[in-house]
């Protein structure tokens, strides 16, 4: 695709499309999603540069749902909320070589509010630099919700640096942002119905602006199971203090090779 910029209220679309690629584009402040791609099957996406203020509410970089095999490679994120956000029916999807900051970094979902959301499975996230952002990597699924058994499985997370992240490695089944209101699903205390399994945290190293560095936050209804941490090396801002970990319903887990901070699995 020819080198073009895309400014004010524009955004891209892949829908329904096969054997697309889509490179060298600059996206500049879009009213919300700059780029997505939906019911979509061999996608590549590369050398692309996305930004908007840190503070744009909705202004997701790349955000990839219901469609497999696609690729985001070597490109620059900085937007006001996730560099790249996986939705539900994703399958198959690589996140490679990506710089994200500013923003609410590399995000799987969020997931269960709806009925009829579809799986999310095989995510490699791998090579990548989050810097000042509000997560590193994240699982987000909402409390209660519509939707019926729903499994998130086999992802991977690796090779990545944080450079003063506030959550570098998350996994929140308590998400809901209205949480003080009636706009949450069901109740606020309603566990999430999405499980979670087989994901793989290897090779994460940095700096995080939290003492939390590892948030492990799963379901009542449906605990994590077969997480695994290796060679995590999460330091806090303030190098002369501990960074922690803290988990909830997790069942089992590897750990394995330097551990700062200490696994709670």
């Not at 999603?33 to 692309?48: K, L, Q, Y």
């Not at 699924?141 to 086999?154: C, K, Q």
């Not at 003492?211 to 379901?219: N, P, Y």
Request: aromatic letters at 4%; one cysteine or more.
């Amino acid at each position: 695709m020819t080198r073009r910029a895309f400014s004010s209220n524009k955004s891209i679309k892949l829908g329904r499309v096969r054997n697309a690629t889509l490179t060298g584009v600059t996206s500049l402040n879009s009213k919300l999603f700059h780029i997505t791609v939906d019911g979509s099957h061999e996608v590549r996406i590369s050398h692309v540069t996305i930004r908007a203020p840190r503070d744009s509410p909705n202004t997701d970089g790349v955000h990839i749902q219901a469609s497999s095999a696609v690729r985001v490679t070597d490109s620059s994120i900085g937007t006001g909320d996730d560099c790249v956000s996986v939705g539900p029916g994703a399958t198959d999807v690589v996140v490679s070589g990506v710089w994200c900051g500013p923003g609410h970094g590399i995000s799987v979902g969020s997931l269960g509010r709806r009925a009829g959301e579809e799986d999310v499975r095989r995510l490699r996230v791998a090579n990548c630099t989050v810097s000042g952002t509000a997560n590193g990597v994240r699982i987000k699924t909402w409390r209660g919700g519509g939707a019926g058994p729903l499994h998130v499985a086999g992802l991977v997370f690796e090779d990545i640096v944080m450079r003063k992240v506030r959550n570098p490695i998350v996994i929140d089944q308590e998400y809901c942002p209205y949480a003080s209101s009636s706009s949450c699903p069901e109740s606020e205390m309603s566990p999430s119905k999405v499980r979670i399994s087989d994901v793989k945290f290897r090779n994460i190293r940095g700096v995080s602006v939290t003492r939390v560095a590892v948030r492990l936050s799963c379901s009542e209804a449906v605990p994590c199971v077969g997480l695994e941490l290796r060679d995590i090396d999460l330091r806090y801002v303030r190098s002369r203090v501990p960074t922690q970990s803290r988990c909830k319903h997790v069942a089992g887990g590897v750990v394995g090779g330097t551990l700062v901070p200490p696994s709670c699995i």
